[in-house]
């Protein structure tokens, strides 16, 4: 007797390309978040062609209203608030893609490990459980207030707290999947236990990584911008949304788009990685894929 091959319904329930246009039809969220994310980034990116100085200061011309020459006026050291707010942009764009990757990557590896070996799975879960109770800004400011501001320090100080429900979420998945019969049938057949980690539980933990993913990087970004805020995120002279709030915040009565402008542009970027995760989790709820 021989073993059919054994299906792994994650790679079967793959999207085609020629079902991408349905897909944005029944969801425009993720069509929604991914175009925002996309002129944001491309806008970030862009930022020396068009933008200008960020750091250019002029004691002449602080505190000027919104014109021609300076879109969203200029703040109270005479530096121009659009500039700022572009290249502000890069900061958070930066730390919550570099955070959520961090995040993911780590809270896999261990997530996968906890989830299919017994024996380390208590250790590593009562050590996750710990991470969980350290408040990501308290542990942010003791980070920076040891090794000072930086976006490497700031990154790793976002991750440490994040990781452990990547770890969970990773965990509940390999829990779930190791007892499936297509990963019995595969040991079986004498597949090796990396082969199997690899083809048939991985591929399992993609959708909910994705949907935690963007959960991660709108935290990330929204820490970011409370510890810059607060003066312990990235140094003062490099823009970021946070520090610009801060540092205008006196002056608002005067040129309100001082902080108006980058506050509104870091809810639109929340905003933006919201609607994206609301969309990757509709369009991987395998009861919606059934209604399709």
């Keep these: 007797m021989t073993l059919t091959s054994p299906v792994n319904p994650a790679a079967a329930s793959r999207l085609k390309m020629s079902e991408l ?173 990396p082969k199997v980690l690899w083809r048939h539980i991985l591929p399992s933990t993609i959708p909910p990584l994705m949907v935690q993913s963007a959960i991660v990087c709108a935290d990330a970004i929204l820490v970011e911008a409370g510890l810059s805020f607060l003066g312990v995120g990235v140094p003062p002279e490099i823009p970021s949304w946070g520090n610009m709030i801060s540092s205008s915040r006196l002056f608002l009565a005067i040129v309100p788009l001082t902080v108006f402008a980058p506050g509104i542009c870091l809810a639109v970027t929340v905003l933006a990685v919201n609607l994206l995760g609301d969309g990757l989790r509709d369009m991987f709820d395998p009861r919606a894929r059934r209604r399709r």
């Design 21 to 193: 246009p349905l897909v944005i039809k029944r969801h425009p969220l993720v069509f929604v978040g991914s175009g925002l994310l996309a002129v944001l980034i491309i806008l970030a990116l862009a930022a020396p062609l068009y933008a200008g100085d960020p750091s250019n200061m002029d004691p002449f011309i602080r505190l000027q209203p919104p014109s021609a020459e300076w879109w969203f006026g200029t703040d109270n050291l005479g530096r121009d608030v659009f500039a700022r707010t572009i290249f502000g942009a890069r900061i958070s764009l930066m730390v919550g893609l570099m955070s959520a990757a961090c995040a993911v990557a780590g809270g896999l590896l261990i997530g996968i490990i906890a989830g299919y070996s017994r024996s380390v799975d208590n250790v590593v879960m009562r050590i996750m459980d710990g991470l969980m109770s350290i408040p990501t800004i308290l542990l942010a400011i003791a980070l920076i207030s040891l090794t000072g501001p930086g976006i490497g320090i700031l990154v790793a100080a976002i991750t440490i707290p994040q990781m452990p429900s990547v770890t969970r979420l990773v965990r509940s998945v390999v829990l779930s999947v190791r007892e499936r019969p297509y990963v019995e049938a595969a040991l079986c057949g004498g597949a090796r236990l």
